[in-house]
C-alpha cells in the first residue's frame, strides 16, 4: 500500500518536471546518461577482451585510450545548442575523474577497472595518467568546447597521437631514438602521422556540422605544426616528472592557441 501511495504521488511528480523542463535541459540531460553509460561499458568491454586473453593487456589499455577521447569528443553536437550544454557534456569526465580518485585512493575497490586502465596493476596508477586523462577532457569541455579548434586538436594530439604511438612503438619500436631510449622513431612517426590525421578527420567532422570555419590550404599546414610539436614533447624524457597526458595536451593546446588564434582558419 505504501509503495503505491509513493508512486502515486512519485511518478505524476516527475512527469510536472519533466514537463516543465525545456526541451534543452532533457535533451542534454538523456545525452549526459547515454554517454555515461557508454564510457562504463568500453571499460568493462574490453577487461572482458583481456580476462578471455582475446587481446594484450597493453593493448587494451591503449585502445581504451584512443577511444575514450575520440568517441567523447563525437558526441558533442548530440548536445543541444544552449549556453549549459557544455556542462552537462563535462559530467562525464566529472564523474569519472571521481570513480577514479574513489578507486585510486583505495576508498572502493574495483579490479576490472585497475586492470583495463593502468600499466602495473595498481590502484594509486589510477592517480597518475589516467586521472590526468579525464582531467583534460574536463579542462576542455569547459573551456574551449566545441567551437574551438584548439580542444578538438588537443584531445585528437592525446587520445589518437599519444595513443598509436604507444601502440606501434610497441611492436615496431625497435630502433630507439639517440636521446631517449624510452622512445622509438616508429612510436614517434606514428604520433605525428595519427595525430595529424585524427586532427583534421575531427576538424572536418565539426566544421561540416558548421561549428567551426576551416580554410584547409591554411589549416593542414597549422595541424602539422601542432602535431611535430606534440610530437616532439612526447619524445622528451621526462616521463617521470611530468606525464604524457599532462605534457602532451598543454604543448598542443599552447601551438594551436598561437596558430588557431580564431574560429577562422
Same mark, same amino acid.
Given at each position: 500500500m505504501r509503495r503505491r501511495l509513493l508512486l502515486g504521488v512519485g511518478t505524476p511528480a516527475v512527469?510536472?518536471?519533466?514537463?516543465a523542463a525545456p526541451p534543452a535541459v532533457l535533451q542534454d540531460g538523456a545525452v549526459t546518461v547515454l554517454i555515461t553509460a557508454g564510457a562504463y561499458s568500453l571499460v568493462r568491454v574490453f577487461d572482458e577482451l583481456t580476462e578471455r586473453r582475446l587481446?594484450?593487456?597493453?593493448?587494451?589499455?591503449?585502445?581504451?585510450?584512443?577511444?575514450? %577521447?575520440?568517441?567523447?569528443?563525437?558526441?558533442?553536437?548530440?548536445?543541444?545548442?544552449?549556453?549549459?550544454?557544455?556542462?552537462?557534456?563535462?559530467?562525464?569526465p566529472f564523474l569519472n575523474s571521481i570513480r577514479l580518485l574513489t578507486y585510486g585512493l583505495r576508498l572502493y575497490t574495483d579490479e576490472a577497472l585497475v586492470k583495463s586502465v593502468t600499466r602495473e596493476g595498481k590502484p594509486e596508477e589510477l592517480l597518475r595518467g589516467p586521472l590526468y586523462y579525464v582531467l583534460v577532457l574536463l579542462f576542455s569541455v569547459l573551456v574551449f568546447w566545441r567551437e574551438s579548434p584548439? %580542444? =578538438?586538436?588537443?584531445?585528437? +594530439? +592525446?587520445?589518437?597521437?599519444?595513443? /598509436?604511438?604507444? =601502440?606501434? %612503438?610497441?611492436?615496431? %619500436?625497435?630502433?630507439?631514438?639517440? /636521446?631517449?631510449?624510452?622512445?622509438?622513431?616508429?612510436?614517434?612517426?606514428? +604520433? /605525428?602521422?595519427?595525430?595529424?590525421?585524427?586532427?583534421?578527420?575531427?576538424m572536418f567532422y565539426f566544421s561540416s556540422l558548421g561549428?567551426?570555419?576551416?580554410?584547409?590550404?591554411?589549416?593542414?599546414?597549422?595541424?602539422?605544426? #601542432?602535431?611535430?610539436?606534440?610530437?616532439?614533447?612526447?619524445?622528451?624524457? #621526462?616521463?617521470?616528472?611530468?606525464?604524457?597526458n599532462i605534457s602532451v595536451p598543454l604543448a598542443t593546446m599552447l601551438v594551436a592557441f598561437l596558430l588557431f588564434s580564431s574560429n577562422a582558419q
Open positions: 512527469a510536472a518536471l519533466a514537463a587481446i594484450e593487456k597493453s593493448l587494451s589499455r591503449k585502445v581504451v585510450h584512443v577511444l575514450s %577521447g575520440v568517441l567523447f569528443m563525437s558526441s558533442w553536437p548530440l548536445f543541444s545548442n544552449s549556453t549549459e550544454a557544455r556542462y552537462f557534456a563535462a559530467v562525464v584548439i %580542444g =578538438i586538436v588537443s584531445l585528437s +594530439m +592525446m587520445s589518437g597521437g599519444d595513443g /598509436f604511438a604507444d =601502440i606501434v %612503438g610497441r611492436r615496431y %619500436g625497435s630502433a630507439k631514438l639517440p /636521446f631517449n631510449k624510452k622512445k622509438s622513431w616508429a612510436g614517434s612517426i606514428s +604520433m /605525428f602521422i595519427s595525430g595529424f590525421l585524427l586532427s583534421a578527420m575531427m561549428y567551426i570555419h576551416v580554410i584547409w590550404e591554411e589549416a593542414l599546414g597549422k595541424l602539422a605544426l #601542432v602535431a611535430l610539436a606534440a610530437t616532439v614533447v612526447e619524445c622528451i624524457p #621526462v616521463t617521470e616528472v611530468v606525464d604524457d
